[in-house]
Nanobody, 125 residues
Framework: QVQLVESGGGLVQAGGSLRLSCTAS????????MGWFRQAPGKEREFLTA????????YYADSVKGRFTISRDNAKNTVNLQMNTLKPEDTAIYYC??????????????????WGQGTQVTVSS
């Protein structure tokens, strides 16, 4: 079993920045891909970004490319999401997740086995 805990959400004005963190407190982290997703009210869960185990591969959705950056620190069992130039449409609950298979990144939510509880991000206009 893996336990993922997100932190860093909050309220920010449009154009501002936030940094989310996700820490794995239980279970294996360093040899698995990690990802960030979000879900806004009334919408489906949306893939944002993913990273493989070694940080050599990263993937981004078009909606956040150039504004969001994923990174990980395997020594601290942590994956981070730096969010810049935030927009009101970025308002959502943000989730981190760990892949089912080792080594590779994934972009499909079905390829992730464990999810955090989510952290709210609200961007005011």
């Amino acid at each position: 079993q893996v336990q993922l805990v997100e932190s860093g959400g909050g309220l920010v004005q449009a154009g501002g920045s936030l940094r989310l963190s996700c820490t794995a407190s239980v279970g294996t982290f360093s040899t698995y891909g990690m990802g960030w997703f979000r879900q806004a009210p009334g919408k489906e869960r949306e893939f944002l970004t993913a990273i493989n185990w070694s940080s050599s591969r990263t993937y981004y959705a078009d909606s956040v490319k150039g504004r969001f950056t994923i990174s990980r620190d395997n020594a601290k069992n942590t994956v981070n999401l730096q969010m810049n130039t935030l927009k009101p449409e970025d308002t959502a609950i943000y989730y981190c997740a760990r892949t089912k298979s080792q080594w590779y990144a994934a972009t499909d939510s079905r390829d992730f086995a464990f999810w955090g509880q989510g952290t709210q991000v609200t961007v005011s206009s």
